[in-house]
């Protein structure tokens, strides 16, 4: 990876847009320090250590949450939309029709995206307005000051997603990577040094072996988290050779590579999402002691009951996910439209079931990844009696997106190569 950073390095265009992308984190880190007005930063900080998903939502912000700052919602109206508009591509035939229509058609999907964005970054906004209020973390007193409290807030925290949103296409477009996956992965990143302090105090308190263990724990996942993404299933394709004019084409082997983990860290982002809507709820709630309360509280992050739920929901949307982005009898039409052909297999039907079958085996084993990764802190920390029950999360989206930087950065040093060569 540093030797592909330093070549990379080397190259004055590529250069330049490492810079412009280190640019725009360091304006996306600014805003998730610089408060809004009228919001108690104080007792919000010490909110952020009490409340769960106080704490999910604060690690996908970097911090700007517990900051009460400009980008405190931070990229999670984007996820939210781009989720959202990806159920409904399955569920709209409009929609469906749109994201089959090549490059047209996903800028129509981009723009309904960003408009999607904008209307929950504003739904967002008002809930957490709300939440401050009822938490008494405003700055405000009489009820015209509250009115116009409330707007400056809400105003500014969907100008601060929009502009997230912005910065992070800025990086699609001049920078290196995908600009979301970049700002939540510095976002993360920024809460390196929390997440050491942490340790830090652990190991004062006499919890030496705990803290290797979660050290050594970290190294290992990272390892395996590699080895699984780059891991893929190879589907042997031959192509028949047919002869046009006096020359003959085709007659070449080749193969059709599925990524183990082909859906990402998409699962764990949405599944971990919904599971939060409980304790979003609970912390709403003023009497935790009705049965409706006492519900709730079942999906404690550090829970059985969470680990359990969680392990299934991951499960699904990663085969939901694969079922989107692969259609087996489209594979097996366009390979009969190709001449191309599995070896031993039939074309038509036969090729279509033999490829959902390949699909469904490989998908089980992603998504037995994804949930072992999810759920092993939310174990060890029981265990161990340290709250690192959303590490796994963490520790999957920086993998993430940092292979992803590497591979994007070999990609681009290639096409230069030949762009010389051809020179």
């Not at 290797?212 to 780059?230: D, E, R, S």
Request: net charge positive.
């Amino acid at each position: 990876m540093f030797g592909t950073l330093k070549n990379a390095w080397a190259v004055k265009e590529i250069r330049n847009k490492i810079l412009f992308t280190v640019f725009i984190i360091i304006i996306f880190r600014i805003g998730s320090v610089i408060p809004v007005p009228y919001i108690n930063v104080a007792a919000l900080k010490a909110a952020e250590s009490s409340n769960e998903f106080f704490s999910y939502l604060s690690i996908l912000t970097g911090g700007g949450l517990e900051y009460g700052a400009i980008f405190a919602m931070s990229v999670t109206p984007y996820i939210n939309s781009s989720i959202i508009i990806q159920l409904l591509c399955v569920a709209i035939p409009a929609l469906e029709r749109l994201s089959k229509e090549g490059e047209e058609g996903q800028k129509k999907l981009a723009a309904i995206t960003r408009y999607a964005t904008m209307i929950l970054a504003l739904i967002q906004g008002t809930a957490y307005f709300f939440y401050l209020k009822g938490s008494n973390y405003l700055n405000v007193d009489g009820k015209g000051a509250t009115i116009f409290a409330a707007f400056v807030i809400i105003l500014a925290f969907t100008a601060g997603s929009v502009l997230v949103m912005w910065l992070g296409e800025q990086i699609d477009v001049k920078g290196i990577g995908n600009g979301i996956s970049i700002l939540l992965f510095s976002g993360i990143i920024s809460r390196g040094p929390q997440a050491f302090s942490a340790l830090l105090q652990y190991w004062q308190m006499g919890r030496q072996a705990a803290v290797i263990g979660i050290v050594v724990l970290f190294l290992v996942v990272i390892g395996f988290i590699v080895w699984m993404t780059n891991a893929e299933r190879r589907i042997p394709i031959q192509y028949a050779k047919r002869v046009v004019g006096n020359k003959m084409y085709g007659g070449q082997n080749t193969h059709i590579p599925i990524k183990v983990n082909m859906a990402g860290v998409m699962p764990i982002i949405f599944a971990s999402s919904i599971l939060m809507l409980p304790t979003m709820i609970l912390g709403f709630m003023k009497d935790t002691t009705t049965s409706f309360g006492k519900f709730l509280t079942l999906f404690s992050t550090r829970g059985v009951f969470y680990a359990i739920i969680y392990f299934l929901l991951i499960i699904a949307f990663a085969y939901f996910y694969s079922t989107i982005q692969f259609n087996p009898v489209e594979m097996a039409n366009n390979l009969r439209k190709n001449g191309g052909a599995i070896p031993g297999i039939r074309p038509g039907k036969p090729t279509s079931d033999f490829i959902a079958k390949i699909l469904s085996r490989i998908t089980l084993m992603g998504a037995i990844f994804l949930s072992v990764i999810a759920i092993l802190p939310i174990i060890l920390g029981s265990v161990g009696g340290i709250n690192i029950s959303l590490g796994g999360t963490s520790i999957l989206i920086m993998v993430g997106v940092a292979l992803d930087v590497v591979q994007n950065l070999e990609s681009q040093m290639m096409m230069r190569h030949y762009k010389g060569f051809l020179d």
